[in-house]
């Protein structure tokens, strides 16, 4: 079986300030023409157009989105937290071990 070409999606985002991804939609690959003209920059997840917010209306509470915007940051904080206490610990060790090898190497 031939191996499936995978290309990257890319999208349209709104985001808060911070860099939270509020809600997303896949969108066409903007031509290098219009990517020139419009000065669009793709960045590695694909997010070609974005529009930033302040979020103020998230705690508005006759705003009956809320509550699933509330569970996209909630996960987000999650998962940054996860990464914090679970996955940097385990990279700092192995970056003391990479440094001790080169000591040891460079003797």
């Known amino acids: 079986m031939r191996k499936q070409k995978r290309r990257l999606v890319h999208y ?18 903007p031509t290098p023409n ?6 669009i920059s793709v960045d590695e997840d694909g997010a070609c157009h974005r529009w ?3 979020g103020k ?6 705003n009956e ?3 699933r915007f509330q569970d996209i940051i909630s996960n987000r904080l999650n998962t940054r ?4 206490e679970i996955v ?4 700092q ?3 003391e071990e990479l440094a001790a090898i080169r000591n040891c190497l460079d003797l």
Not at 34 to 39: A, C, G
Not at 88 to 91: F, K, Q, S, V
Request: proline share 4%.
């Open 65 to 67: 989105n809320r509550f």
């Open 93 to 95: 060790k192995i970056q």
């Open 88 to 91: 940097m610990p385990g990279l």
């Open 12 to 29: 349209k985002i709104m985001s808060l300030n911070d860099g939270t991804v509020i809600s997303g939609y896949p969108a066409r690959k």
């Open 52 to 54: 930033t917010y302040s």
């Open 81 to 84: 937290r996860a990464i914090r």
């Open 57 to 62: 209306e998230l705690s508005d509470v006759e």
């Open 34 to 39: 219009i990517i020139k003209r419009d000065k």
